[in-house]
């Protein structure tokens, strides 16, 4: 059976958030302080891709779109700093919850810059996905947490800047482009990291994490780009406020507070009828159409 161009693209986002979402929690058990994570973590992902790009001769993908691939690396590297800043600063559940605004970022970008008009679907997704959020926001009832919460609505904005990045420059390569990342949120981290100070547990999970984990994630993402307008893929990140609530919830005891549970059961909700209206339509467009189908 052939995937359509949006089932394919469906189908590498919903796997590389699932994947996505276990990112908190790693970044728990690797217990260690934020900078020798953001090293190690972009270390390796350079590591594991880099050298893939070699292997494969993607190198030569950076020859078309110079420019806007340095400034996905750069977002991507910022991105990855960030977010383990904000984890280290607050509680999962308050990050995972302003990532969901990534979507809105990924719109107003969008709109701005490429043009594109956001599917009427789409944005009421966004909107009843944020009022699930702000229920799962009023029930964690933390105010102090200020630091933590800026660098996750930082990363927000970069994650939706990217997004719309990769839109608009389809010819990027995404596994350069990250390898590219990983090595410059490394290098700024290195000052500020004890690299070599950990015990062989926590450098397991920094393994895990960044030759396995956040590669394969973010690859899946990125690549949804080339199928899916920036808004949908940045709709998705909200699976990752649900999930990566529950996975140190269930594993390490954080409990989500009732109301949390309620938002992020919206969220879930939400995205599926989202998703299953995307089908819909794309179905009836194939039936229109039938040469559509994704090659």
Same mark, same amino acid.
């Given at each position: 059976?052939?995937?359509? #161009?949006? %089932?394919?693209?469906? !189908?590498?986002?919903? !796997?590389?958030?699932?994947?996505?979402?276990?990112?908190?929690?790693?970044?728990?058990?690797?217990?260690?302080?934020?900078?020798?994570?953001?090293?190690?973590?972009? @270390?390796?992902? =350079?590591?594991?891709?880099?050298?893939?790009?070699?292997?494969?001769?993607?190198?030569? *993908?950076?020859?078309?779109?110079? =420019?806007?691939?340095?400034?996905? *690396?750069?977002?991507?590297?910022?991105?990855?700093?960030?977010?383990?800043?904000?984890?280290?600063?607050?509680?999962?559940?308050?990050?995972?919850?302003?990532?969901?605004?990534?979507?809105?970022?990924?719109?107003?970008?969008?709109?701005? @810059?490429?043009?594109?008009?956001?599917?009427?679907?789409?944005?009421? +997704?966004?909107?009843?996905?944020?009022?699930?959020?702000? $229920?799962?926001?009023?029930?964690?009832?933390?105010?102090?947490?200020?630091?933590?919460?800026?660098?996750?609505? +930082?990363?927000?904005?970069?994650?939706?800047?990217?997004?719309?990045?990769?839109?608009?420059?389809?010819?990027?390569?995404?596994?350069?482009?990250? +390898?590219?990342?990983?090595?410059?949120?490394?290098?700024?981290?290195?000052?500020?990291?004890?690299? $070599? +100070?950990?015990?062989? %547990?926590?450098?397991?999970?920094?393994?895990?994490?960044?030759?396995?984990?956040?590669?394969?994630?973010?690859?899946?993402?990125?690549?949804?780009?080339?199928?899916?307008?920036?808004?949908?893929? *940045?709709? @998705?990140?909200?699976?990752?406020? *649900?999930?990566?609530?529950?996975?140190?919830?269930?594993?390490?005891?954080?409990?989500?507070?009732?109301?949390?549970?309620?938002?992020?059961?919206? #969220?879930?909700? #939400?995205? #599926?009828?989202?998703?299953?209206?995307?089908?819909?339509?794309?179905?009836?467009?194939?039936?229109?159409?039938?040469?559509?189908?994704?090659?």
């Amino acid at each position: 059976m052939q995937l359509s #161009v949006y %089932q394919r693209g469906l !189908l590498m986002v919903v !796997l590389g958030v699932v994947l996505l979402s276990f990112d908190g929690l790693l970044i728990r058990l690797a217990d260690t302080d934020g900078w020798t994570i953001v090293f190690w973590r972009g @270390f390796l992902m =350079f590591c594991v891709l880099g050298i893939m790009c070699c292997v494969g001769n993607r190198l030569t *993908a950076l020859r078309s779109n110079p =420019f806007p691939s340095l400034a996905s *690396a750069l977002l991507l590297g910022l991105i990855s700093s960030l977010f383990v800043l904000a984890v280290m600063n607050a509680n999962v559940a308050n990050v995972v919850v302003i990532l969901s605004t990534a979507p809105l970022f990924a719109a107003l970008f969008s709109r701005i @810059f490429l043009g594109e008009r956001v599917a009427q679907r789409t944005l009421v +997704a966004i909107a009843v996905c944020m009022l699930g959020m702000s $229920l799962v926001f009023m029930g964690e009832g933390d105010m102090g947490m200020l630091a933590g919460n800026l660098y996750a609505l +930082a990363t927000a904005a970069a994650i939706g800047g990217n997004l719309t990045l990769l839109r608009r420059y389809p010819a990027i390569d995404p596994m350069t482009v990250i +390898a590219g990342g990983g090595l410059l949120s490394a290098a700024v981290a290195l000052p500020m990291a004890s690299p $070599l +100070a950990l015990d062989a %547990q926590r450098y397991g999970v920094l393994a895990l994490m960044g030759l396995v984990q956040m590669p394969l994630a973010t690859v899946l993402i990125n690549s949804a780009t080339r199928y899916l307008p920036s808004t949908e893929v *940045a709709l @998705f990140y909200l699976v990752e406020t *649900a999930l990566g609530t529950l996975w140190v919830w269930w594993l390490l005891g954080e409990a989500p507070t009732a109301t949390t549970q309620l938002g992020g059961s919206v #969220v879930i909700m #939400v995205l #599926v009828l989202h998703a299953w209206i995307g089908l819909r339509l794309e179905r009836q467009r194939l039936q229109l159409y039938p040469g559509f189908i994704g090659k």
